[in-house]
């Protein structure tokens, strides 16, 4: 395996954290600890409510059917995918002491111990779509289910605090929804302590969204007008919204289509769309060609089934990427490379900052290492892990304030003029006279802060402003 390349945050708190170690053994050990989650890729945590698609989706994500959709036990507990090999499934207890879990093509059989007695299941499989960054499915969240919400808030908020081995210390999430998100469901999201930022949210089953597979309008043409609404509805809590059919991603991620099954979808092609459906309606399991149609419903869904038909005939290639760009998986990707990936970075960045931070005020040498975490703060590569913590902070303390606003602006946007509100056109000199103007806003505010975390906010505003307005 080739280790990720050494972006200049990264080098900053490993410089940092060699520093760290120099000062005796005992710091030395808490900066392989420290260490650790430097060099472990970022986790993204995938939640939403009861049988939204979240293991579906896991699996396309993956590129293999591992995670259990069925309503087995296994469902019902946390699941951490790794890139590694080989292949295994591990137990974490929620005392920290881990138990092997006999699988059966990478699916769990059974657990070793009850359910309850389980923080979360640790599980390798060697795939390069995990490699940047590890996936977390997790127990849907319904009020039915209150079971299950207690595992997931269990091993992701509270375990936080308790035991940190019985715990996943997530970066960023996927929030799923196959509709409009519950209020209880965006709370429980927020007390994850996610940003708009570290938050994509996901709009499943587009392939059924509105009348469906049957309707006047295409569902997931449908669906993607409905995500536009959604995330400007949701964008104190999500980055944006995409709709993504899980299932045709499934099938097209995992290598589960054969010619078999686009020559027998092709030889439907001649019927009417209603007529297909009823024909599915009305199957039993007796007949062979009952059994054909119904593995391709489980593969294709009724909307794979009724409008995959002619692209079909093409043969199971063609059928393939139809399905892979019907599913919106390679928009999800690019999102998660390019934002909710680098974004996950940025919050594992700052986590490590924290711990230094808590170190600095517990430990013997905190004087030494007190002037190592300053001098990380005033790094100017970290400019974005601490306007990132701001963020955090200002979420918390006053979203609705200007600052929050600046703050968010700053992040979402690489270049200096996006960052300030300009059009990427804007010359040099607008980008310093705007930079100007904010710092003169940012230091009137200063003088009437509401919050502890407002002061802190504005001064690193500030700082950044003065080094725009310098031109740096
Ligand atoms: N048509 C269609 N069916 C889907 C889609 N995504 C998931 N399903 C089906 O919905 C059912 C539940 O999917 P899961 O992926 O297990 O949902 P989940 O959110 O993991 O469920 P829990 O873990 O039990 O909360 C399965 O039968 C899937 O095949 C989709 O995009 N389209
Ligand atoms: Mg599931």
């Not at 600052?403 to 690489?414: A, F, I, S, Y």
């Not at 300030?420 to 009437?448: F, I, M, N, Y």
């Not at 919050?451 to 950044?464: G, S």
């Amino acid at each position: 395996m080739t280790a990720p390349p050494l972006d200049p945050v990264r080098a900053s708190l490993d410089r940092a954290l060699h520093a760290l170690a120099a000062l005796g053994p005992e710091p030395a050990a808490h900066a392989n600890r420290i260490g650790a989650i430097l060099w472990s890729p970022p986790r993204i945590v995938v939640v939403g409510r009861l049988k939204a698609g979240k293991s579906t989706l896991v699996n396309a994500l993956v590129g293999a059917a591992v995670a259990e959709t069925a309503a087995l036990e296994a469902t019902s507990v946390v699941s951490v995918y790794q890139d590694g090999a080989p292949a295994r499934v591990e137990a974490v207890l929620r005392d920290g002491a881990r138990r092997p879990v006999d699988t059966v093509r990478g699916q769990v059989v059974a657990l070793p111990v009850p359910a309850d007695e389980i923080a979360y299941l640790h599980r390798w499989l060697p795939s390069a779509a995990i490699r940047d960054h590890t996936l977390v499915d997790t127990p849907g969240l319904a009020t039915l289910t209150a079971e299950n919400e207690a595992r997931t808030r269990r091993v992701l908020i509270d375990g936080f605090e308790q035991t940190r081995t019985a715990s996943v210390d997530a970066d960023a999430a996927v929030f799923l929804f196959d509709s409009t998100p519950r209020a209880d469901e965006v709370e429980f999201l927020r007390q994850l302590g996610f940003t708009p930022l570290t938050t994509l949210g996901v709009l499943s089953r587009a392939d059924g969204f509105g009348e469906g597979a049957l309707g006047d309008r295409d569902p997931l043409d449908h669906a993607a007008e409905h995500a536009v609404t959604l995330a400007r509805r949701l964008r104190g809590t999500v980055m944006t919204v995409l709709p993504i059919a899980g299932l045709l991603a499934e099938t097209s991620h995992t290598g589960a289509l054969t010619e078999a099954d686009a020559r027998a979808l092709a030889d439907l092609g001649a019927l009417a769309p209603l007529d297909l459906i009823d024909l599915l309606d009305s199957d039993g399991t007796d007949s062979g060609e009952a059994q054909v149609r119904g593995r391709l419903l489980d593969l294709l869904g009724e909307y794979g089934m009724v409008h995959g038909r002619a692209v079909a005939a093409r043969g199971a290639a063609a059928l393939n990427d139809w399905l892979v760009v019907k599913s919106g998986v390679p928009q999800l990707r690019r999102v998660l490379a390019r934002h909710l990936g680098a974004f996950a970075a940025v919050h594992r960045a700052g986590r490590i900052v924290r711990e230094l931070d808590r170190l600095a005020y517990t430990h013997p040498a905190r004087e030494q290492i007190r002037a190592i975490v300053g001098a990380l703060r005033a790094d100017p590569a970290l400019r974005t892990v601490v306007l990132f913590d701001h963020l955090g902070a200002m979420l918390d303390a006053d979203p609705a304030s200007p600052v929050t606003d600046e703050l968010r602006r700053l992040l979402e946007h690489p270049t200096a003029a996006g960052g300030l509100g300009l059009p990427p056109q804007a010359t040099a000199d607008q980008v310093r006279a705007e930079a100007h103007r904010k710092l003169s806003w940012a230091q009137a505010q200063q003088l009437s802060t509401m919050t502890a975390a407002e002061d802190a906010a504005l001064v690193a505003l500030i700082h950044t402003y003065g080094l725009l307005a310098r031109g740096m």
